[in-house]
């Protein structure tokens, strides 16, 4: 049975639970891994594409919003009018300013900020402050034009996000297909199927087919829906237990026949 035939049995032919049910552990992972890959690569295109929008963003506004600046020889200098003041909301504030006439009081009355001087750089969280002096770095030379060159990294910072969200995202599925297992356990000795966690893990991983199917569409369309989980272990659960049904109790073996008190003739 191939992966697309397998794919579409998972919800449409329950009856292939007695086929997916006692399968090698191998086949099962291998289906598990070709769609999990492509729930995830599909569920993706719009974080790439969010990613790259905003990747032009911050270009845009380094370019006509940050001012010409220079850090050399442990000192900060800015041109244009100061100070700057960015993000103030009355609880966290973003300050520049290398003149020196705003102090470091000026955080008082913020929770959070940043503030900038010439001489190092101040940043203020729940309330405690802490301070980078330019002076540890007096052997770097950095200005606005060293800024932009670096932002092409950002597509690196990309595959990166990517190649660990591919881990940590398959660590935790294989965990929600566990969880999954060891519920159709409970179902299973309920009903007395008889069927073993191996075979559990199987039918979980079929199971999920179309939850996770429905949650790349979401991921696509609207990723904010609420209570989606409630939606997408609802359904799991359900198609397991009309697997496990399809599966049905062991067939009792059947003894030979006593024929210890038949008369021969």
């Keep these: ?34 769609l999990f890959t492509l729930t995830f690569l599909v569920s993706g295109i719009r974080f790439v594409f969010d990613f790259n929008e905003g990747a032009a963003g911050i270009r845009e506004t380094v370019e006509q919003h940050v001012p010409e600046f220079m850090l050399a020889g442990g000192e900060l200098t800015v041109r244009g009018e100061q100070p700057i003041i960015l993000g103030d909301d009355g609880y966290t504030v973003m ?30 969280q729940n309330y405690q402050q802490r301070e980078i002096m330019f002076s540890d770095f007096k052997e770097i030379s950095f200005d606005k034009q060293d800024l932009i060159g670096l932002l092409p990294m950002l597509k690196w910072l990309l595959a990166v996000i990517a190649v660990l969200g591919y881990i940590l995202k398959l660590v935790w599925v294989l965990i929600t ?25 199987n039918m979980a991983v079929y199971a999920f087919t179309l939850p996770w199917l429905i949650e790349m569409l979401k991921n696509l ?24 049904q399809a599966v049905g109790p062991p067939v009792p073996n059947e003894e030979p026949p006593d024929s210890s008190g038949d008369i021969v003739i």
């Design 95 to 124: 300050i520049i300013d290398t003149t020196g006439q705003t102090r470091e009081s000026v955080l008082d009355s913020y929770a959070e900020g940043v503030l900038i001087l010439k001489d190092r750089l101040v940043t203020k």
């Design 177 to 201: 297909v566990l969880i999954l297992a060891l519920i159709g356990m409970i179902i299973s000795s309920n009903i007395k199927s008889g069927l073993k966690f191996e075979n559990l893990w």
């Design 1 to 34: 049975m191939g992966f697309f035939r397998q794919l579409r049995d998972s919800f449409t032919a329950f009856e292939a639970y007695r086929e997916f049910a006692f399968q090698k552990k191998g086949k099962t992972f291998k289906y598990f891994i070709l």
């Design 221 to 244: 369309a609207y990723p904010a829906l609420p209570l989606f989980w409630a939606i997408k272990w609802g359904l799991a659960v359900y198609i397991l237990y009309r697997g496990i």
